[in-house]
């Protein structure tokens, strides 16, 4: 990028007319994976990079002519436009957001240099920009791996702390409704501490199995398999609420490699939010389909697709970053864990879990898992 720079400092003419061979310089900025801007000083647009118009979604023809606060690049943390800071470190990397021309704002990290003629003189400005989305969710999602290990130990040492005085207080009030009269109503009240008990006990558990989660135990499976086995555990609450259920599957859908018993507690876990999310009726849709993504390295990854729909009221867009947080929870009974569990299952699986709610409208997560390699 460094390279990059100083071969746009030095001074040289576009070639705007596309029906002519590019010169050398053109050339060059054509094969850059930035986009690149070049505007006059009264922010007029006179060029945008093949780059460019693929980040925006906008045609060449479309923003020449036009004012570079088209795209409205607002710096991060800040609503102030950077465009016409005229410090003396205008090549420093900054990081901010642009908008495309389907109004979706995406998060660049940009530069913004004087593009100089031959004598020197400024006589526009080159701005330079990455798209960060892919950078900002590979970040969120080391974050998030840490926040769960963090937490997952203070669960796991909480727990321990706990379940040795509950176990004294439960041993202690049977002990004294043992001594008491059958007829003493007091005994009432030993019975509602057994019981509180027995319900600390069972978050316990769910305390246990997000601090020290199993290890996996894969299998070669269809996801059909595994929502099959789910289903008949909801079916009566599903009737009873007046939930129209459906399921599509795609009639070639590759195997997995999973472990069912977790496998199915991430799938119910969704399945029990979307229930939940209509109390009065709606449709909750499963579908599953066969797709290929990029890996790390660039070819095709074969995956399959889970995507859990609902008609609920949705997810406030101020709420949707927080889901997977282990122990936030918006339900009063919940305790939070429920997603987060869901989403280091499947993490562990080697797939990645999305969400994506319209308030008012519904939900949809997405989970989507490697398809398991056949041995040679």
């Known amino acids: 990028m460094t390279q990059e720079l100083k071969r746009l400092k030095e001074p040289f003419t576009v070639n705007l007319d596309t029906e ?24 007029t647009i006179t060029y945008i990079n093949r780059t460019g118009e ?43 957001r642009m908008r495309k021309k389907d ?50 130990k203070l669960a796991s040492g909480i727990a321990h702390e706990i379940r040795n005085p509950l176990a004294g207080i439960k041993t202690t009030a049977q002990a004294l409704g043992d001594e008491m009269p059958k007829e003493d109503p007091k005994r009432e009240y030993l019975n509602r501490i057994t019981k509180e008990i027995d319900r600390l006990n069972e ?7 997000f601090a020290k989660p199993q290890a996996l135990l894969l299998v070669p499976c269809h996801i059909k398999e595994i929502i099959n086995a789910i289903i008949p555990f909801l079916i009566r609450e599903i009737a009873d609420k007046g939930i129209r259920f459906t399921e599509t599957y795609h009639p070639q859908l590759p195997k997995i490699k999973a472990d069912k018993i977790q496998m199915h507690q991430a799938f119910l876990n969704l ?26 390295d660039g070819t095709p990854q074969r995956c399959v697709r889970v995507r859990v729909s609902d008609s609920g009221k949705g997810i406030p867009p ?37 969400v994506d709610s319209r308030w008012g409208e519904g939900t949809s997560f997405i989970v989507t898992l490697p398809e398991m390699i056949e041995p040679l």
């Open 203 to 209: 978050i316990l558990k769910t305390f246990f199995s």
């Open 318 to 354: 101020h709420i949707l970053p927080k889901i997977f947080d282990p122990f936030f929870t918006t339900k009063p009974k919940g305790i939070g864990l429920g997603l987060s569990i869901t989403y280091q299952i499947i993490n562990k699986h080697g797939g990645t879990i999305e």
């Open 54 to 96: 693929t980040l925006l979604g906008y045609s060449k023809h479309e923003v020449i002519g036009k004012p570079f606060h088209l795209f409205e690049l607002k710096e991060k943390q800040t609503t102030s436009h950077p465009f016409f800071d005229q410090s003396d470190d205008m090549d420093t990397r900054r990081e901010g």
């Open 20 to 43: 002519h061979a590019p010169n050398l310089t053109e050339s060059l900025i054509e094969s850059i994976r930035s986009g690149i801007i070049i505007t006059q000083m009264d922010d």
């Open 271 to 296: 399945f029990l939010n979307a229930i939940q999310a209509m109390p009065n009726g709606g449709d909750l849709s499963i579908e599953a389909n066969p797709i290929s993504i990029p890996s790390s």
């Open 103 to 152: 109004g979706q704002e995406i998060p660049v990290g940009f530069t913004i240099n004087y593009h100089l003629n031959q004598h020197g003189k400024a006589i526009g400005k080159i701005i330079i920009f990455r798209d960060l989305t892919k950078v900002y969710r590979i970040q969120e999602e080391i974050l998030k791996m840490d926040r769960l290990v963090s937490l997952g």
